[in-house]
């Protein structure tokens, strides 16, 4: 089995900034891409921002000079540094991670979701 746990989140004033931290345990050969997603209220889950094991990390359009996703191979984690957070970024973010398990079955996993709300 493998398993994400998230941490971080919570309450920010506009402007202020956040950490989130995603890891993943259990059964893992191989983490593929890692990162994060939010839905926020009466909107769709969207990408945030997302990284390989080796690769260029992607963000969202409207992250992009405010959020920065870091990886840690070693731990199988990932980081989301949340900067000039805005109401706008209010929402449930969830971890998602691509993942290739010591069966060598591949398939997404997703966290159980942690809220950050942007107000002041």
């Known amino acids: 089995q493998v398993q994400l746990v998230e941490s971080g989140g919570g309450l920010v004033q506009p402007g202020g900034s956040l950490r989130l931290s995603c890891a993943a345990s259990?059964?893992?050969?191989?983490?593929?891409?890692m990162g994060w997603y939010r839905q926020g209220p009466g909107k769709q889950r969207e990408l945030v921002a997302r990284i390989p094991s080796g690769g260029t990390t992607n963000y969202a359009d409207s992250v992009k000079g405010r959020f920065t996703l870091s990886r840690d191979n070693a731990k199988n984690t990932v980081y989301l540094q949340m900067n000039s957070l805005k109401p706008e970024d209010t929402a449930v973010y969830y971890c998602n991670a691509h993942i290739t398990d010591t069966a060598r079955f591949a398939r997404d996993y997703w966290g159980q979701g942690t809220q950050v709300t942007v107000s002041s």
């Open positions: 259990g059964s893992i050969f191989r983490v593929n891409f």
